[in-house]
C-alpha cells in the first residue's frame, strides 16, 4: 500500500525570542488574515494549526478585535485549529502546577470559540518530562506530538509509540523526527523539490509504524504557504507511489489508533543525539529562572491555599486576579522564554512580566490576609498578629512575624488569654506617613516602630491563629526602652529609644563589633550583637561555639574559607567542604554550557572567609563573606590570570527545631563568561541521583554510558548529566546532604566518584547562539547575536537550603517554600475598606491531611463550581495513602481528573491511595 503523505499547514508561534513579542505582533496582524482568508474563501484548504496555544490568540485580539467572530466561526467549522495550550510550556525547569494552569487556561479560552485541538502539541519543547502522560489524560488528551528527547535509546527506532507514566496513564506519541518546519517554504521547481525532499522522506519511512508520513508545512512566523496546491503536484510527480494532500493532526493520530501494536515507552526524553535538547540551559540567566521560581511557590503554595481559607470563611475569590498573575506569568513559560535564549532586550521583557506577576500575587496574599483579620472581633485587642500555616497538617516551628506599632512594650496574647514568649530580632522606624496618611494629615508625626519577633508555637492545619497585641506599662523605676518585664520577651540591647529609633546598645566594645557570640558589626547593617535574656526568666542556654550555629539536628561549623562543616546528629554523620565555590570558564551561549578548551577551575578552598554569627533563642544565623579573585574573561583565563572578581554573601539561618538550614546567597559578579557553582559532598549515590520532577521524583544515572561513544557516533550534544530539579535533590543512597531551592534548578553528580552534588548558580555568557561549541559541535543553536546583560554582572540574590533530613524529603522541601506568613492587624491603614460582613474566628483550620506521607500540589477554588480542589502527589517510594478532614471528621469528595470536571469517584470518605509518582485531585 502506497504511503499516505499528510501535509499540515501551520505555523510555529514564538511570542518572542531575538524578536520582541511587540514585532512578532505586527506580523501575526498580516499573518492571521492570510491564514482567515485562505480558510474562508478555499473549501480545498481543510485546516490550519495555530501553533497550539491560545496565546496567539490573545495577542492577537489585543489589536484586532473586530475579528474575533471571524474567528469563531471558522473554529467552529473545524478549518481553524486552536488550543489547548496557553502558551508553548517549556515542560523540564516549570512547575507540575505551571504545566497543568497551562492547559486548564489554555483550553478554558478555547471553549470562548470552540472546541480545542485534543493533542499535547509542544514540537520545540527542550525535552519532555516523564509526567506528561499523566498531565494529558488528566485533560482528556490521547495524543502527543514533539520533537526533541528521543532516540533508539529510549526503546524504539519507530516515530509512532506509546509513551506511559508509572501510574499507567498511556498516550500515542507521533514523533516530528526532524522537527517541525520540514515543510517550510516548499519550492514548487521540481529538482529544488526533489532535493529537499530526498533528505527528509528516507528518514520519515524508516521511522513509520503505520505508512502516514507526516509533513508540517511551516515554520517560525511564517505567513501561510499561497502555493501549497502547485507544490502538491510536483511531489506528486516526484514519487506517483504515494498520495500526497493536505490534512490534519487528528488523521495522523486516527492512524496510529488503527495500527494498535506500537512500543510502549517510559521516563522523561532527554537524549541529544539526534536534535538538541540543550541539556544545560536549566541555568541560563538564572536571574530570570529563580524569579520564576519563587513566583510559581507564591503561587501554589501561598496566594491560592490562603484565598481558599478566605472563600471557606465567605469572601469572594478572586479568580480573575488569580488567572491574571498566572498568565502573565505563563507569558514567560514558552519554550525560548523560560530557557532565557533570547536577546537582551526580550530578557527585559520576561522580567517585566516577573515584576507584573509577583507584584499581583503579593498584594493579593496581603489583601485576602487583611480581609481574614479585619473581620475578627475588635473588642479584645484593636491589635492583632496573626500567623498562617498553608500547609495541611498542624506545624510547629519557629515563626518570624513583624509588628507595627507606637507601643513602648507589649504582650502578644494567645486567643485562650496565655502569653506567647518572643524575642525581638529587628526593629525600624516607619514613617506615620506610609501607615496613614491621615494621620500626618491631622499633624501627628511621631513615628511607628517596626519590630520583627521571633518565636515558636502551634499553628493549625491549613489556618491560623490570631495573637491580640497588648500594651503593658513599665515596671516602677524601669526604662522602657531598656528593660525587661516578664512576658514581654524584649531584649534590652535590642530596644529602640523612646522616640528616637536609635538602638540602645549601639555596639558590643571589644575592639572588633562582635559580641562572644560573634555578631555581626554595626557596619554591616545588623543590629548589635546581643544574648537576650529568656523572657520568662529563666536564663539562657549555653551559646553555640563562635563560627558555629547548632539545634537538635544540625551542628554547622562555618570554616575559615567560608565552607562548612555539618554534623548530622541524628546520624553522626560528618559533611566537610560543603557550600565550597567552584569557578570556570564557560564558552558557551544562551542555550548551552561549555567550558573552554584550557579551561581553568577554581575554588574558594584556599580563600579567607569574613564571618560573623548572631545567636538568638529561636534561631541561629552567620553571615559569611568570601571574595574570589577569577579570570576577568575567557583570554584571562587562557592566560591564567585572575584580574576580576566575584564576590558571595552567605546568610545562613538555622531555626529551632528545624532540620533545614537556609541559605541566602548573594553573589556581585564582576567577571565574564564563567560558571559559578556550590558543592556539596558526601553523596552517596550507587550510581543514580534523585530529585523531585513535576509531581514526583525521578532517577537518573550520574554519568551517561554514552559519554564513552558520542563523538564517533556524532551526536548533536554531548550527554553530560546536567539535569533540572524543581524543589529538592540529592544521591540516592543514604547518607549525603541532599539541596532545596526556591531559586535555581540545575545539578550534576560530580567529582572523581560523582559524590559531589555541583548545584549551579549561574552562567555568565555573552551571546545568544554560538558555533563550534566543545560540547556541542557544528552549527550555532538560535542565531549569533551579543547579548552582554547575559553576562550577569552586578547583584543576584539566590535561595538555597540544606538537610540531612532524607525521610520524606518532598514534604521537607514543600515545608521549605511554603514558610509561615503573617499579617499585623493596627488601628490604621492606608487603603480603606469597609466593614467586612463575615465573622471570622481568632483561630481557624479548613481541613487536615491526616495520614503524613502525600504532598499537598494546590488547593484552590474549582474554576466552574462552588468547590474547592486539592491536589496531593505521591512525592516518592511505595504508594502513599491520603485522608482529608475537617472539623466534623472525614471530608466526602469527588476524585476528579486533573480538569477538575470529570469525575472519577463520588462521596468518598477515608483513605485513599495514590500510587508512585501518582497525582490525586479531589472536591469538596
Not at 265 to 282: A, C, K, N, P, T
Not at 618 to 643: Q, T
Not at 693 to 703: A, L, T
Not at 880 to 901: F, I, Q, S, W
Amino acid at each position: 500500500m502506497a504511503d499516505k503523505v499528510h501535509i499540515v499547514p501551520h505555523f510555529h508561534w514564538d511570542r518572542e525570542w531575538y524578536f520582541t513579542a511587540e514585532e512578532s505582533k505586527i506580523l501575526l496582524v498580516n499573518d492571521m488574515e492570510e491564514v482567515l482568508t485562505m480558510l474562508e474563501t478555499r473549501e480545498d484548504y481543510p485546516c490550519f494549526v495555530l501553533d497550539g496555544q491560545t496565546s496567539v490568540l490573545e495577542d492577537y485580539f489585543s489589536v484586532s478585535p473586530e475579528n474575533r467572530e471571524r474567528v469563531r466561526a471558522l473554529v467552529q467549522r473545524g478549518k481553524l485549529i486552536i488550543g489547548p495550550w496557553y502558551t508553548q510550556t517549556d515542560e523540564m525547569v516549570v512547575g507540575g502546577e505551571s504545566i497543568v494552569r497551562n492547559l486548564l487556561y489554555g483550553m478554558k479560552d478555547c471553549r470562548e470559540f470552540g472546541s480545542p485541538m485534543m493533542i499535547g502539541y509542544l514540537p520545540d519543547s527542550f525535552g519532555q518530562s516523564a509526567r506528561m502522560p499523566q498531565i494529558l489524560r488528566g485533560f482528556n488528551i490521547e495524543n502527543s506530538m514533539f520533537w526533541r528527547g528521543t532516540s533508539e535509546r529510549m526503546g524504539t527506532d519507530r516515530t509512532e509509540f506509546f509513551w506511559e507514566d508509572d501510574d499507567g496513564s498511556r498516550v500515542a506519541v507521533q514523533l516530528l523526527p526532524l522537527g517541525y518546519a520540514i515543510g517550510k517554504y516548499l519550492p514548487v521547481e521540481k529538482e529544488a523539490l526533489r532535493k529537499r525532499m530526498e533528505k527528509y522522506m528516507p528518514v520519515l519511512e524508516r521511522g513509520t509504524a503505520t505508512g502516514h508520513l507526516l509533513v508540517p508545512n511551516g515554520h517560525d512566523q511564517m505567513p501561510l504557504q499561497r502555493n501549497i496546491f502547485q507544490v502538491m503536484e510536483t511531489m506528486r510527480e516526484l514519487y506517483p507511489d504515494k498520495e500526497f494532500f493536505l490534512s490534519r493532526y487528528e488523521d495522523v493520530f486516527a492512524a496510529i489508533g488503527r495500527q494498535g501494536n506500537l512500543d510502549t515507552l517510559r521516563g522523561e526524553f532527554l537524549d541529544g543525539r539526534y536534535m538538541r535538547v540543550h541539556r544545560s540551559i536549566f541555568s541560563s540567566r538564572a536571574d530570570l529562572k529563580a524569579a520564576n521560581t519563587r513566583i510559581e511557590n507564591k503561587i501554589t503554595n501561598l496566594l491560592e491555599p490562603l484565598a481558599s481559607i478566605a472563600y471557606k470563611l465567605g469572601f469572594p475569590y478572586h479568580h480573575g486576579l488569580v488567572e491574571a498573575i498566572w498568565k502573565e506569568l505563563m507569558k514567560n513559560h514558552a519554550h525560548d522564554s523560560i530557557g532565557c535564549c533570547c536577546s537582551d532586550k526580550v530578557h527585559r521583557a520576561i522580567a517585566d512580566r516577573y515584576f507584573l506577576a509577583e507584584e499581583r500575587a503579593d498584594r493579593l496574599i496581603e489583601f485576602y490576609m487583611r480581609k481574614i483579620v479585619d473581620a475578627m472581633d475588635c473588642s479584645r485587642a484593636l491589635d492583632k498578629l496573626t500567623v498562617f500555616n498553608l500547609l495541611p497538617y498542624e506545624r510547629e516551628g519557629m515563626i518570624r512575624g513583624k509588628i507595627v506599632t507606637k507601643m513602648k512594650r507589649f504582650v502578644l496574647e494567645r486567643p485562650d488569654g496565655s502569653r506567647l514568649e518572643y524575642e525581638i530580632a529587628d526593629r525600624r522606624i516607619v514613617d506615620a506617613g506610609l501607615i496613614d496618611r491621615q494621620i500626618v494629615h491631622y499633624g501627628d508625626y511621631e513615628p511607628f516602630v517596626e519590630y520583627t519577633l521571633e518565636f515558636c508555637d502551634w499553628i493549625p492545619a491549613m489556618g491560623f491563629t490570631t495573637y491580640l497585641v497588648r500594651e503593658v506599662e513599665a515596671l516602677a523605676g524601669e526604662s522602657p526602652a531598656a528593660s525587661i518585664a516578664a512576658g514581654t520577651g524584649e531584649s534590652p540591647a535590642a530596644s529602640v529609644a523612646a522616640g528616637t529609633g536609635e538602638s540602645f546598645a549601639a555596639s558590643v566594645a571589644d575592639g572588633t563589633g562582635e559580641s562572644s557570640a560573634a555578631s555581626v558589626a554595626a557596619d554591616t547593617g545588623e543590629n548589635p550583637a546581643v544574648e537576650p535574656a529568656d523572657p520568662a526568666g529563666n536564663g539562657r542556654p549555653a551559646s553555640p561555639a563562635a563560627n558555629t550555629l547548632e539545634n537538635e539536628y544540625l551542628s554547622v561549623t562555618i570554616e575559615p574559607n567560608g565552607s562548612l562543616t555539618v554534623l548530622d546528629k541524628q546520624k553522626g554523620q560528618y559533611y566537610r567542604d560543603v557550600l565550597l565555590l567552584e569557578d570556570g570558564s564557560d564558552d558557551g551561549d544562551g542555550y548551552d554550557y561549555s567550558p573552554a578548551a584550557d579551561d581553568w577551575v577554581l575554588t574558594s578552598k584556599e580563600e579567607t572567609a569574613d564571618v560573623r554569627c548572631q545567636h538568638g533563642t529561636y534561631s541561629h544565623k552567620a553571615r559569611v563573606r568570601v571574595s574570589m579573585a577569577v579570570p576577568a574573561g575567557l583570554e584571562s583565563r587562557s592566560k591564567r590570570r585572575r584580574d576580576g572578581r566575584v564576590d558571595v554573601e552567605f546568610e545562613l539561618e538555622l531555626k529551632a527545631g528545624s532540620p533545614v538550614l537556609e541559605v541566602r546567597v548573594t553573589v556581585d559578579n564582576q567577571a565574564d563568561s564563567h560558571r559559578l557553582r556550590l558543592l556539596v559532598p558526601g553523596q552517596e549515590h550507587e550510581g543514580f541521583s534523585v530529585s523531585d520532577n513535576q509531581f514526583g521524583m525521578i532517577r537518573r544515572p550520574v554519568r551517561d554510558e554514552a559519554m564513552d561513544v558520542w563523538e564517533k557516533e556524532g551526536w548533536s550534544e554531548r550527554p553530560d548529566s546536567i539535569y533540572p530539579f524543581l524543589s529538592w535533590v540529592s544521591g540516592c543512597g543514604e547518607r549525603g546532604l541532599a539541596v532545596l531551592t526556591n531559586s535555581v534548578r540545575e545539578y550534576e553528580m560530580t567529582g572523581p566518584d560523582y559524590g559531589v552534588l555541583a548545584v549551579t548558580l549561574f552562567r555568565s555568557v555573552g551571546v545568544l547562539g554560538k558555533e563550534g561549541l566543545l560540547r556541542r559541535p557544528g552549527r550555532p543553536s538560535g542565531i549569533k547575536m551579543e547579548t552582554p546583560d547575559s553576562q550577569l554582572r552586578g547583584s543576584h540574590t539566590y535561595e538555597i537550603a540544606l538537610t540531612a533530613c532524607r525521610d520524606h524529603l518532598a514534604r521537607t522541601a514543600k515545608e521549605y517554600v511554603t514558610p509561615f506568613i503573617s499579617y499585623n492587624k493596627m488601628p490604621y491603614n492606608a487603603m480603606k475598606l469597609n466593614p467586612a460582613e463575615a465573622k471570622v474566628p481568632y483561630a481557624y483550620s479548613l481541613l487536615r491531611e491526616t495520614e503524613g506521607r502525600a504532598v499537598l500540589g494546590a488547593l484552590k477554588k474549582a474554576e466552574d463550581e462552588d468547590k474547592l480542589i486539592a491536589r496531593f502527589y505521591n512525592g516518592g517510594g511505595e504508594k502513599v495513602p491520603v485522608r482529608l478532614k475537617d472539623e466534623n471528621g472525614d471530608l466526602a469528595v469527588d476524585v476528579v481528573k486533573l480538569n477538575e470536571t470529570d469525575v472519577l469517584s463520588r462521596h468518598v470518605t477515608g483513605v485513599q491511595w495514590v500510587g508512585y509518582n501518582q497525582i490525586f485531585t479531589c472536591k469538596f
